[in-house]
């Protein structure tokens, strides 16, 4: 029995048949604020319809970039694809006849590695993406909290890391994702140097001992592990999995995050908590939809 995933992001929407924690076959369509919703519709269900022929498929799942409402099968507002008040899940199963559900992709993210990934041996599973933005995902026995509040959390890029500090795009001063974001960390080195790069060559340089990139990747995991100080006191999980862009370069910071968040939470010396790499890469959001 399969299930068809769809990870829907800000340029373009991964589509996968999969079996338990295994992606047998993708597809990929466009997507952004050009591409209208029922265009959309329209080639997702022609893309599910290819996937099914000649196999039993039980289900779809989707994962979305955006506030979701899950209960109502509804994105409620995305601005990377600007779509808004959206019945997806609704809409594809009048065009597939399958049951669908939705949510955020971070969340599935989190689902997919707390079920098949870094998380599975755990009962008690936080996930934080490290990306564009900070987003992330709190995975309990399995299952994701649910309810619409609970659809509404896991904002964990807009908690205070640094009181006045760097204006947020969120409107804030200081939070989490001015600070351990890729897109900080490329302002950071680029208020230095002048130079324009990709995170994940900064960290680089960091590794080769440019002094540059050596104190952006100090100040960005010194705000990471004091983000996580905060999650980790709130949610108390067993473990923490570091996810998006950022986990290709989590060998240089991953142990020292770990110590300063044991050090600092309370009760670390005798609940530490284990924080480590994702396991899935960029199959999880498209994994974690089927288990929805």
């Given at each position: 029995m399969y299930r068809i995933g769809i990870d829907i992001g800000g340029m373009s929407a991964k589509f996968g048949l999969v079996e338990k924690d295994r992606v047998l076959e993708e597809r990929v369509l466009e997507t952004g604020a050009d591409i209208s919703y029922g265009k959309f519709l329209d080639d997702a269900s022609d893309v599910v319809a290819a996937l099914c022929e000649n196999r039993k498929v039980e289900a779809v799942g989707i994962?979305?970039?955006?506030?979701?409402?899950?209960?109502?099968g509804k994105i409620v507002y995305s601005n990377n694809i600007g779509w808004e008040d959206k019945r997806i899940a609704a809409d594809l199963l009048e065009r597939t006849a399958l049951p669908v559900?939705?949510?955020?992709?971070?969340?599935?993210?989190?689902?997919?590695?707390?079920?098949?990934?870094?998380?599975?041996?755990?009962?008690?599973?936080?996930?934080?993406?490290?990306?564009?933005?900070?987003?992330?995902?709190?995975?309990?026995?399995?299952?994701?909290?649910?309810?619409?509040?609970?659809?509404?959390?896991?904002?964990?890029?807009?908690?205070?890391v640094e009181r006045g500090g760097r204006l947020c795009s969120c409107g804030r001063k200081g939070c989490l994702e001015a600070y351990a974001s890729a897109t900080a960390v490329m302002g950071a080195y680029r208020e230095m140097t002048g130079e324009n790069l990709a995170a994940k060559e900064i960290f680089m340089r960091a590794k080769a001992g440019e002094g540059a990139a050596c104190k952006v990747l100090?100040?960005?995991?010194?705000?990471?592990?004091?983000?996580?100080?905060?999650?980790?006191?709130?949610?108390?999980?067993e473990v923490v999995i570091i996810g998006g862009g950022l986990c290709a370069s989590s060998a240089l910071f991953i142990k020292e995050v770990e110590e300063q968040v044991n050090r600092y939470t309370f009760g670390g010396d005798r609940l530490p908590v284990k924080v480590v790499p994702a396991e899935l890469g960029n199959r999880a959001g498209i994994i974690g939809a089927t288990l929805l």
């Open positions: 994962s979305s970039c955006g506030l979701i409402n899950s209960g109502q559900r939705v949510a955020n992709d971070a969340k599935c993210a989190a689902l997919a590695e707390a079920v098949y990934g870094a998380g599975r041996a755990y009962q008690r599973v936080c996930m934080i993406t490290l990306g564009t933005g900070v987003g992330g995902g709190f995975v309990c026995g399995g299952r994701l909290p649910a309810g619409l509040y609970a659809d509404a959390d896991g904002i964990m890029g807009h908690i205070t100090s100040e960005f995991r010194y705000y990471l592990a004091e983000g996580l100080i905060s999650l980790v006191n709130v949610l108390r999980p």
